[in-house]
């Protein structure tokens, strides 16, 4: 006799939910366990979402944010195909929360709403992954690198032709004139250019990776693992908080106009930041040769400059090409390092760096020709000089004490040109990375609108997700993830 079983009412619907968490995607349902969007989400962005406004919201809050941040967690280029994405996938429908696709005004709608509120979870989450960044590696955490680049938008400015057309007919201006090969035809189609795009005078015109853009601007401070401390955008808004930046007509040079503008933009941007995040308190700051300025060098390093005694013990910039540093007592080399005085191109020894008694710092450095000499009778090591043509009549060599109090901008903090400065500089590199990341990864770069407040939302969009990413990684014990969980998906 086959033997049979009374099938439930109980044992059929855990059937059915068995197959269900079974055949959902193993990448949403690992999101599903570990990532709860709630606790995200400030109530004061959940208060304006449903306010009363004389009918009921069809769409849940949580499913819009979802959508947006597995849009770009995929890599899905545009909204449209995002709602394409929706509409034949009922798993990631269910998982977003959507009992039926919206349409994609829908989605511009709401970035353009509520751009604050999404502003207010970035920067919560910039709270809660702090102490994940300091647990996984603290000195990198304590590290603040800013860069600045664009979000280019779509406006006939932006087509290659447009460039491309007026260099062309300034070379051939250049050829039926007779110009020599001085003149460059870049920097003046750059300077013919107009500042603005037609269609919008806050599409700014810039020069970024080498081709010239009509972009919107934005600034973001990451740490040394390469995660968005913070992200700014310079708009009217921006400026107007911000009264003591002076914007002055560009010059002929792209790359002089990049670096003057940066070097303002940099201390209004970490106030914004150290403001919204008190407990956030790096030490090290890393930036290219832009910021090579010794106002900057005072700005960051002393001083109340961003409020309750905060500022950067150690600044990692390179010396502009175009100026170098001077001292009237001994010849110094492009790294701030003292050279022999019979030999300009052998530097002296670098021997530490020491604190005196009134707290101020002091390296050291010593003659290149000394060596520590061993004495068997004493049982002591002593300095000898081994110069044929010493500078002085010490036996132990010249020696030069640095106050780096005395030039911030020589010294600042640090040691150029060591191993040290090499090694701690190649970290930089990861905020170039992340703009790269954010643009081409996160759904950034490529939006077909001249719209300011959708592109800023966008931008916000994509630090969220990375921060996601670094909440989702650390779940998950997993932090070779923590910039990118792409090989989760796959």
């Not at 005078?201 to 972009?215: S, W």
């Amino acid at each position: 006799m086959i033997p049979y079983k009374q099938l439930s009412l109980a044992d059929i619907f855990s059937d059915c939910h068995e197959k269900f968490e079974n055949d959902k995607p193993a990448f949403l349902s690992l999101l599903e366990t570990h990532i709860d969007i709630d606790e995200l989400i400030p109530i004061s962005f959940r208060n304006h979402f449903y306010a009363s406004t004389g009918r009921t919201r069809k769409y849940p809050l949580q499913a819009f944010l979802w959508a947006l941040i597995i849009q770009r967690i995929f890599s899905i280029p545009t909204d449209q195909l995002l709602l394409t994405f929706l509409a034949y996938s009922k798993s990631l429908r269910e998982f977003c929360g959507f009992t039926k696709v919206p349409d994609a005004s829908k989605i511009t709608r709401f970035k353009q709403d509520f751009l604050d509120d999404l502003q207010l979870v970035f920067d919560n989450l910039v709270d809660v992954t702090e102490p994940i960044c300091q647990a996984i590696d603290s000195a990198k955490a304590d590290m603040t690198i800013f860069d600045s680049s664009g979000i280019e938008a779509f406006v006939t400015e932006n087509n290659p032709k447009y460039a491309n057309r007026i260099i062309k007919q300034l070379k051939a201006y250049a050829k039926a004139q007779g110009f020599d090969k001085s003149y460059d035809p870049y920097k003046a189609a750059y300077g013919s250019m107009p500042s603005h795009a037609s269609a919008n005078p806050e599409i700014k015109q810039l020069y970024i990776n080498g081709h010239f853009c009509y972009v919107f601007k934005f600034g973001i401070v990451t740490n040394g693992l390469g995660i968005i401390r913070h992200i700014s955008f310079y708009n009217k808004n921006f400026m107007a908080s911000h009264p003591d930046i002076v914007v002055e007509k560009k010059s002929d040079s792209p790359d002089e106009d990049k670096c003057v503008h940066d070097s303002k933009l940099l201390i209004p941007t970490l106030k914004d930041f150290f403001s919204k995040h008190p407990l956030i308190n790096p030490k090290t700051f890393l930036g290219d040769a832009a910021f090579d300025t010794a106002q900057l060098y005072k700005s960051l390093l002393t001083g109340d400059t961003f409020g309750n005694d905060k500022h950067f013990s150690k600044a990692y910039i390179p010396l502009n090409a175009r100026s170098g540093l001077e001292n009237l007592d001994y010849s110094i080399n492009e790294d701030g390092i003292p050279c022999c005085p019979h030999d300009p191109s052998l530097q002296m020894k670098y021997e530490g760096t020491s604190k005196l008694h009134s707290g101020v710092t002091r390296y050291k450095f010593v003659c290149p020709r000394m060596k520590w000499i061993y004495d068997k009778s004493t049982q002591k090591s002593h300095r000898h000089c081994f110069c044929d043509n010493p500078c002085t009549s010490s036996k132990c060599g010249r020696m030069v004490y640095i106050y780096p109090e005395k030039d911030l901008r020589a010294y600042p903090g640090t040691i150029r040109g060591t191993e040290k400065w090499d090694d701690t500089y190649k970290i930089r590199t990861v905020v170039e990375r992340d703009i790269n990341h954010i643009k081409d990864n996160l759904c950034l770069a490529g939006r077909r609108t001249q719209n300011e407040r959708t592109l800023h939302a966008d931008l916000i969009l994509a630090g969220i997700t990375q921060l996601i990413t670094v909440v989702l990684a650390d779940k998950i014990n997993h932090h070779e993830y923590i910039r990118s969980i792409k090989p989760l998906i796959a």
